[in-house]
T-cell receptor
Framework: DQQVKQNSPSLSVQEGRISILNCDYT??????FLWYKKYPAEGPTFLIS?????DKNEDGRFTVFLNKSAKHLSLHIVPSQPGDSAVYFC??????????????FGTGTQLKVEL | NAGVTQTPKFQVLKTGQSMTLQCAQD?????MYWYRQDPGMGLRLIYY???????DKGEVPNGYNVSRLNKREFSLRLESAAPSQTSVYFC???????????????FGPGTRLTVL
């Protein structure tokens, strides 16, 4: 059973407009949520995160919103730029005894920002 | 500062062959991880090492073994490769941030493995 879901495999937006990527989760024990960005033939790179005790976190053009009652989070990119075209993964974190954390990833959303 | 490095970048194996994927990090992180990514799926955790000297199973450990050789290096071994292990393998490392509740994981560039 998939605990983290990204129901939109792809999203296309125009340059300068807002991109909204969505993610749903089922496990209420997750204590942290992260977004990673991935270009082809590269590893995922960390983008932004949010604690389960917050409902919003902003970093420049990127804002993540968390709705705990709905078990839903979203990533907003404003304004979208062509360089934002990539696959975006939502991930949920479980802390590990002794250090580290286990990430459960969604299946990803391919964002294409068009000129 | 190279971050997380993985070797090899590409590998083709025949069914039943064995191989070891190498991973090293130069960020002095305590925790290291191995994931696999298959088409249409997110990354899935194979094994992790919370700290030097410890290893634990993740979501999909069957058919794999790991060794945390020292703080820098974490290897993944396929003893008898199967076509179902055709995938892209990512290594990651993490350290607790002073400003965050949880670790941020940093990923290597991946190893693309094909098992015929």
């Amino acid at each position: 059973d998939q605990q983290v879901k990204q129901n939109s495999p792809s999203l296309s937006v125009q340059e300068g407009r807002i991109s909204i990527l969505n993610c749903d989760y089922t496990n209420s024990m997750f204590d942290y949520f992260l977004w990673y960005k991935k270009y082809p033939a590269e590893g995922p790179t960390f983008l932004i995160s949010i604690s389960s005790i917050k409902d919003k976190n902003e970093d420049g053009r990127f804002t993540v919103f968390l709705n705990k009652s709905a078990k839903h989070l979203s990533l907003h990119i404003v304004p979208s730029q062509p360089g934002d075209s990539a696959v975006y993964f939502c991930a949920a974190s479980d802390k590990v005894t002794g250090g580290g954390n286990k990430l459960t990833f969604g299946t990803g959303t391919q964002l294409k920002v068009e000129l | 500062n190279a971050g997380v490095t993985q070797t090899p970048k590409f590998q083709v194996l025949k069914t039943g062959q064995s191989m070891t994927l190498q991973c090293a990090q130069d960020m002095n992180h305590n925790s290291m991880y191995w994931y696999r990514q298959d088409p249409g799926m997110g990354l899935r955790l194979i094994y992790y090492s919370a700290s030097e000297g410890t290893t634990d199973k993740g979501e999909v450990p069957n058919g794999y073994n790991v060794s945390r050789l020292n703080k820098r290096e974490f290897s993944l071994r396929l003893e008898s490769a199967a076509p179902s292990q055709t995938s892209v393998y990512f290594c990651a490392s993490s350290e607790m941030s002073s400003t965050l509740i949880t670790d941020t994981q940093y990923f290597g560039p991946g190893t693309r493995l094909t098992v015929l």
